[in-house]
């Protein structure tokens, strides 16, 4: 028999000698809950279940909690379940929005909601939390934002997280700043938020903070914790200008466990070094991408590697790629792969409407941006092949849109065209 203010240490042996202490005879529910309990943070489950079992059978209702916490842990989630459900007819109001985030796993948001919401009324504002989670995962970012704001006026701790990180999201950095900044403060470790932090400093133009926190996340943790880190390095490194140090975080993300997320950085490091004229190196890290098949990634592998082998002056290659991009039917990149193509080929290939029908695929595909610059190729290519009327239809589309780069440029071909068709 052992006396709960024995509870002085959480170790594997000490666990040890309580649980056997306690298998001597123990006839007190709450010591074989705050062994259990114990037992459940050192992740030893099976003795954690049992333990608190033997709380239940001796009439600690309240135990259930505990046990439900348990088999939820252990992806038992029926049955934990059940244990909330029972801990909450003995009044814990802890396991209300807990019984609502298994019956979210179990696909069941509104019974989810309703739990959520009783834990609310209950004064519990980590339902206010997981109502906020859910209403983002909706696309109701006001709702998300009033009740995270709610959770934050409660003082629940991961409520600046979670409303730093909606607000970035949405891209509302200076707002998510100070938000960022304190659950950094508050958890130091918290690798994802001081990345976000720096982001949302990125964003803000306050580029010497932003590095610096890139940097201490990189140098404070293994490289393979912190890919996060380096890929936003290596953005802000470009943007100031230090190519060979983007390059270099860039690199480090390439490292990363995730495959997926490597491939990306491997796009991301090949576009650095093709637009910096490291055509070899290009090369190198677009194959990467390409070789990982990823099926989220491939399209863009190919489009890229298009633009690569463009540069190098392999048309044939370059075409290849750019049409491999298009057949993925890709919504993120068709369009842009159809008016590289479309370039590609009014520039290299003597039958232009091949390269009208790439453009009209940009033109059907596209966001503002490249339908305006598709629009206006057409105008020029129809320009140049004589057909004044179609190309000043084409560039008055494109003045019209208002594009801020093409949008010019296709009224002065509007000029010229109505100058010349009136002449």
Partial sequence: MIDQ?????????????????????????????????????????DDAVWCLQQALLLGSEASAFGLARALDLQDKLDVSLAMYERAIAAGVVNALANAGSVLEQLGDDDGARKRYRQAVDAGDALGHIRLGKLDESA????????????????????????????????????????????????????????VLLGQALHHLGRFDEAR??????????DPLDSPDASYHLGELLEE?????????AFTGAVGAPVAEFAAWASIRLAILRREHGNLDGAQQAIRTAIESAIPSVVPAAW????????????????RHCYTQAIATGDDDVVAGAALHLGDLLTDHDTQPNKALEAYRLA?????????????????????????????LAAA????????????????????????????
């Fill in 303 to 318: 489009h890229e590697r298009g633009q690569i082998l463009a540069a190098v002056g392999d048309i044939d290659g370059a």
């Fill in 240 to 248: 100031i200008g230090d190519i060979a140090g983007a390059d270099a």
């Fill in 139 to 194: 696309g109701d970012i006001d709702s998300a934002e009033s009740h995270y704001r709610l959770a934050l006026a409660a003082a629940w701790s991961s409520a600046p997280a979670s409303l730093g990180d909606l607000l970035a999201t949405a891209g509302r950095w200076a707002d998510a700043e100070p938000y960022l900044r304190d659950a950094a403060e508050e958890n130091p470790d918290a690798i994802g938020v001081r």
């Fill in 363 to 391: 033109i059907e595909r596209g966001d503002t941006g490249q339908v305006s610059a598709a629009e206006l190729s057409v105008a020029f290519l129809l320009n140049r092949n004589g057909d004044d009327t179609a190309a």
């Fill in 5 to 45: 203010n024995d509870r002085d240490g959480s170790d594997g042996s000490s666990l040890d000698a309580r649980l056997r202490a306690c298998q001597d005879g123990c006839a007190d529910s709450q010591v074989w809950d705050a062994l259990g309990v114990d037992l459940t943070e050192a992740d030893r489950l």
């Fill in 396 to 423: 008055l589309t494109a003045a019209n849109l208002g594009h801020p780069e093409y949008g010019p440029l296709a009224q002065q071909l509007v000029d010229l065209l109505h100058d010349e068709t009136t002449t």
């Fill in 212 to 221: 610096t926190i890139f940097v201490e996340v990189i140098e404070k943790n």
